[in-house]
Every structure is written in structure tokens, then in C-alpha cells.
């Protein structure tokens, strides 16, 4: 099965409507793509975002969600409000979420459901830590996550998976290639058990000091569908040349 890589830059809490003009500089230098691209600013800039992008071949995507549509949930955004705004994807259970604000795996199921009665195409997160690692647990530990976070009804088309090793994000430090191999293989095996041939098409992408010098490298690993970036989204040059490495 053939897929469409997918390389998705992750901005984090940074970015001022200053830097929208990235957005500009990323579709002048990549206009035409051999691969999925995608943008998931923080809330306050989806909308202007989405409007600079329309027409382009970025798309734009959130960074989390509410489970619930709308409702007494003071400073929370709805999956139905990403989507209003302009949003086609949204990232949930990123690890800095899960541990700065607790989210379980049960947590992200919900909003995985939220999301996909909005339309939106959740990119669910999943990763050990380094102790985890350490102590030999790391297949367990990601294939108990993506039990515990992705709901019944998966598809290729309304889900993504993330890998990202909670020790390699920001860090510079990447996993070798046959331990994120290995990985990538043990969730597309997990996914199978449970949902089937849809597994086959579903995307995986590696997340974690994903740079414009190691990503070629790294998406030409079996069952790695591209990339979620973080650092490195953050400016057109860099993240240019890891659309290239996906295309
Ligand atoms: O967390 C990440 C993307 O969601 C990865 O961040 P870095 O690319 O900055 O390591």
C-alpha cells in the first residue's frame, strides 16, 4: 500500500501574527509538494493562518481539543471551533499534554471521538519516556497507549499516529533507526489485530528532533509516513527542506 507522506510542523506555544509570513516563505519555497503538508499553530493564529493558507498546499491543524462540542469550559477550544476557524487536523495526547496537564489515554480517546464528529483528522500521539526505555518497556508502553487512545472506528482517512519518544523531543537526540523501525512496525502490527486492512493505509509519522538534516533518512524508514516537527517548523527554510525529504 502506497502512502502519502505527511510532514506536519507542531508550533508549539510560540508564534505571533508577525510570523504568518512564514506561511508565505513555506508556500513560495514548496509549490508543489510530493507530500502532505501541514501547520498546527497555537489557537489564536488558526484562523488568520487558514485564511493566508487557503488555496495553498499548507494545510492547518490544532494542537488539542475539548472533548465536548461547547459548553461551561472556560479557556478550552472545541473540536467543532478548530474546525469553524479553518482547521483539518488536530494533534492529541502530545506528551507535553499528558504530562502537564494529565491527560490519560482515556482523555485522548474522547477527543479523538470529538474530533472526528467535527471532521477533523486526529494525529493521536503516542511515546516512552527514557526511563521506560531504559527498563526495556518501550514497545509495551506505546502499544498500551494506542490501545487506551484511539477509539473504535479508526480509519486511514480519520486517523494518524504519531511516534514520539518523550526523550527525543527537543532534545537534539533521536532514536537509531532500527529502534524506530522497530517501533513503527509494532504499531502498524497493533493497528492490524485491531483494525484491520484500514491499518495498512494509516499514516505513522516520527516526531522528535526531526531536522532537515537527519528527516531523509528517517521517512525513508519502513512504515515511517513522515514526520511531526517541532523545532524546526518553526521557520520556512528549515521546514522546507524537511518537505523536500518527504516528497
Ligand atoms: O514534540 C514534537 C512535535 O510534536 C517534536 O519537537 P522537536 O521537533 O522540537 O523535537
Redesign the pocket.
Known sequence: MSRRKLA???W?MNGLAAQLAEIDALVNACPAPGCDVLI?PPATLIAPMAQRAAGSVVAVGGQDCHARDSGAHTGDVSAAMLRDAGASYV?LG???RRADHGESDADVRAKTEAAWAAGLVAIV?VGETEAQRDAGEALSVVGAQLAGSLPDGATAANTVV?Y?PVW?????RTPSNDDIAEMHSHMRARLAERFGAEADGMRLLY?????PGNAREIFGLADVDG???????LKAADFAGIVEAAG
Open positions: 506536519a510542523g507542531n508549539k498546527c494533534i502530545h506528551s507535553e500521539c504519531a514520539e527525543a523531543i527537543g532534545t537534539g516526531g522528535g528532533s526531526v531536522k514526520g511531526l516537527v517541532g523545532g524546526a517548523s
